[in-house]
């Protein structure tokens, strides 16, 4: 039997739940591919999948009966990752070996975290962007398609003005790149310390939220974007246009994507209208060290980890 290196997330809690352990390395079954994966991405998602901490308790009971009431029911967490294709059952068309992809692992089964991951041909997988590496592609899709969802929600539209809050965060950081691409006017809200790096992404204003009080600000939006789901509602009310709209990542659902909107994504990147932004990358070995970064609430753009280095 076939072993590999995994994650295994023995119960709900901080990052010290993370365990590395040897465990069967999975085989393709009909119509599956097995992806050996080269870079996994450390998410808000994923950090409140493993400490199970979501916004709202009470709606979250439905979600805990799914993924596990005690512990984890699939032990091996994660999301999104690249990696390339090692194998495929003899059903499969759409892939081949040795192509490098991105992919999400599916709702409720995840299995990122680890050296090799089966997936349906039919889940969000998608060609690497051939311009990028494994981990600048695998720190694209997350907020990248989490921003493309509320974007749309927003109705965004060219010449329209967008407030982003929370700036410099995974949906934040993409929020801004696909605002400009929709030939928005954005003013970005973050703290100090980010303002230089967040201004070269695309934006035309920046107010610092340690220094300025959202409600001194004179201007009026089309569209007011809370991509870290801490604005107050009531300065929403003040900073918005008669007819403009609010989007908030913990407030306005769930962000659903699929191949489509992944390719649009690749499309872009390949373009140069989408940049990876990565603050952190971190071995396998140091899964803990990044999960208590990303739960720190302050990362820019996004964490990443290094698999099977060549
Ligand atoms: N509904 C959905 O489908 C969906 C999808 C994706 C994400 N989400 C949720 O969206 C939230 C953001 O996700 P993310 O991955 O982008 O988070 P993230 O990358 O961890 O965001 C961190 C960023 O937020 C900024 N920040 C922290 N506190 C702030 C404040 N008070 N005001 C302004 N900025 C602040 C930090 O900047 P400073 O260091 O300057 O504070 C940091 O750069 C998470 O709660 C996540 O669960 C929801």
């Known amino acids: 039997m076939e072993k590999m290196k995994a994650i295994i997330t023995t119960r709900y809690g901080s990052p010290e739940v993370l365990q590395i352990k040897e465990v069967e390395k999975p085989h393709p079954r009909k119509n599956e591919v097995l992806i050996q994966v080269r870079a996994i991405a450390v998410t808000s998602g994923d950090c409140r999948l493993r400490a199970f901490n979501p916004p709202n308790l009470i709606s979250s009971i ?103 809050y929370g700036a410099s965060g995974s949906v934040g950081t993409s929020a801004i790149q696909l605002a400009n691409y929709f030939g928005a006017e954005v003013t970005a809200v973050c703290s100090t310390e980010n303002m230089e ?61 699929g191949v489509k909107e992944l390719n649009f994504l690749t499309d872009l990147v390949e373009k140069g209208q989408l940049k990876p932004v990565i603050d952190k990358c971190y071995s396998f070995e140091e899964m803990i060290e990044a999960h208590r970064y990303v739960d720190k609430g302050h990362k820019k753009g996004n964490v990443v980890i290094k698999v099977n280095e060549k």
């Open 62 to 164: 439905p979600m805990r009966l799914m993924i596990g009431i005690f512990k984890p029911r699939r032990p091996i967490q994660g999301l999104w990752l690249a990696g390339v294709i090692e194998e495929t059952a003899e059903s499969v068309n759409q892939f081949k070996i040795g192509q490098p992809v991105y992919a999400r692992t599916l709702d409720l089964k995840f299995g990122a975290n680890a050296e090799y991951v089966c997936l349906p041909e039919n889940a969000i997988i998608g060609l690497k962007p051939g311009s990028l590496t494994f981990e600048e592609a695998v720190s694209i899709p997350f907020g990248g398609l989490s921003a493309l969802h509320f974007l749309k929600k927003s109705n965004i539209n060219k010449g329209d003005t967008i407030l982003i």
């Open 197 to 257: 790096w967040v201004k070269k992404l695309g934006v035309d204003k920046t107010i610092d939220y340690k220094k300025e009080q959202l409600t001194n600000c004179k201007d009026r939006f089309d569209i007011v974007f809370d991509a870290v789901g801490y604005i107050d509602r009531s300065v929403v009310k003040r900073l918005l246009k008669p007819t403009g709209n609010f989007v908030s990542v913990i407030h306005s659902g769930h962000a659903q994507s």
